[in-house]
Every structure is written in C-alpha cells, then in structure tokens.
C-alpha cells in the first residue's frame, strides 16, 4: 500500500485546512486508517482514524470538536477537515493504515505511512 499525503500549508489561528491522503496498491486489506502528526521536538502523536468499512471513528481529546475525519472507500481516499486551528497544531501530519482492528491509536500498530505534510499555524 502507499501512501500520499497533501494539504499542508500555513495559515493563521482560527483558519481551516483540509489534509487529503491517497492510498494505492492492496487497499482492500484495510481496516483503520488514521492521521499522526509530529511537532519539532515532540514525539509523533495520534489524531483521529477511521474504521474503514462502517465509519467509525476515534479522536485525540485536542483536536474533538474542532477535526473531523472521513474517508471516500470508492476513491480511495482519507480527509481531515480542520477547524479553529491553533498554533498548538503545528506540525508534520502523516497518514497510515493498518490491517487488522488492534490498536488503532497506536503509531507502532500501523503498517503503511505517507510521506507528511506540513502544517504551520501562526498566531
């Protein structure tokens, strides 16, 4: 499976960004896919993901309310929509996938990453 992600950029506090992740290859294996980001300094952390048959979905307790994710099964497709950014937020996003239901807040438990995408929120 591989993994694209796009959307990054900079903006300002209060602003929104939609990241989109494209996933290729053995697709039909996935379960969860999710978003990790990484602040300069900090240790790569969970975001949100998405069951990917049904929907459902998780979130870090910084980023509920303001970040929704949602996928398209038909393209392939992973989002996170955000809302209210904050400077807080700034950070390399990743997107990954996994294959069975363990763990899906867990970096380790992935098995397939995106590249990143950077996201810088100026106050």
């Known amino acids: 499976v591989q993994l694209q992600a796009s959307g990054g950029g900079l903006v300002q506090a209060g602003d929104s960004l939609r990241l989109s992740c494209a996933a290729s290859?053995?697709?039909?294996?996935?379960?969860?896919m999710g978003w990790f980001r990484q602040a300069p300094g900090k240790e790569r952390e969970f975001v949100a993901a998405?069951?990917?048959?049904?929907?459902?979905?998780l979130y870090q307790g910084s980023v509920k309310g303001r970040f929704t994710i949602s996928r398209d099964n038909a393209k392939n497709a992973l989002y996170l929509q955000m809302n209210s950014l904050k400077p807080e937020d700034t950070a390399v996003y990743y997107c990954?996938?996994?294959?069975?239901?363990?763990?899906?807040?867990?970096?380790?438990?992935?098995?397939?990453w995106g590249q990143g995408t950077q996201v810088t929120v100026s106050s």
């Open positions: 998405i069951k990917w048959s049904g929907g459902s979905t």
């Open positions: 290859g053995r697709t039909f294996s996935t379960y969860y």
């Open positions: 990954a996938s996994k294959t069975d239901q363990y763990g899906p807040m867990y970096g380790p438990m992935y098995d397939y």
